[in-house]
């Protein structure tokens, strides 16, 4: 049973083009982190979140923690094609991480 | 600064094998986790060590172990692989287990594959 539900799974769109990604689960998590990762490489984190209805700007990504802490999502405005990668959030309790089963982005130029 | 480096980056093992993965953490971190993350998902936990000590184990059968070094160095061991064991293993470090908001730093996994 996967605890974090990502949707969609796949996503295919055009550079310019805005998208959302989300993470939801029927827990309640201490905090939920964005990672990205591209082919061959490691998860690398994007951002932490943890107080339920935050919202964090980083550039065009903009990431929202429900007001519950069950759920989240990611935005990114006019995607560019270094935005292509697998996003996977990942949600804390007792200090132990859940993955999501990410979403695989690609951005066509 | 070196970052979670992790050896070997690939091998091929038969099923029945046993295999020992290991990781080298960014300097100053205690912490040490490992992951498994087959093809198409996100990584799964498997564990967790701080200060040599494990402090966190996920869903995975007793053919998993590992351990930490004094240097903080950790070894993943599998026994009687399956041709389910194949996937990427990622080692992760942080400087301590006992936050929800720290930051994984990731190394580039050990891509392991079953025949």
């Known amino acids: 049973t996967q605890l974090l539900e990502q949707s969609p799974q796949f996503l295919s769109i055009q550079e310019g083009e805005n998208l959302t990604v989300y993470c939801n689960s029927s827990s309640v998590f201490s905090s939920l982190q964005w990672y990205r990762q591209e082919p061959g490489e490691g998860p690398v984190l994007l951002v932490t979140v943890v107080t339920g209805g935050e919202v964090k700007k980083l550039k065009r990504l903009t990431f929202q923690f429900g007001d519950a802490r069950k759920d989240s999502s990611l935005h990114i405005t006019a995607a560019q094609t270094g935005d292509t990668g697998l996003y996977l959030c990942a949600g804390f309790r007792s200090y132990i991480p859940t993955f999501g089963r990410g979403t695989s982005l690609i951005v066509h130029p | 600064d070196a970052g979670v480096t992790q050896s070997p980056t690939h091998l091929i093992k038969t099923r029945g094998q046993q295999v020992t993965l290991r990781c080298s953490p960014i300097?100053?971190?205690?912490?040490v986790s490992w992951y498994q993350q087959v093809l198409g998902q996100g990584p799964q936990f498997i564990f967790q060590?701080?200060?040599?000590?494990?402090?966190g184990r996920g869903n995975f059968p007793d053919r998993f172990s590992a351990r930490q070094f004094p240097n903080y160095s950790s070894e993943l061991n599998v026994n009687a692989l399956l041709l389910g064991d194949s996937a990427l293993y990622l080692c992760?470090?942080?400087?301590?287990?006992?936050?929800?908001?720290?930051?994984?730093?990731f190394g580039e996994g050990s891509r392991l594959t079953v025949l």
């Open positions: 992760a470090s942080r400087d301590t287990p006992a936050a929800n908001t720290g930051e994984l730093f």
């Open positions: 300097s100053g971190h205690k912490s």
């Open positions: 060590y701080y200060e040599k000590e494990e402090r």
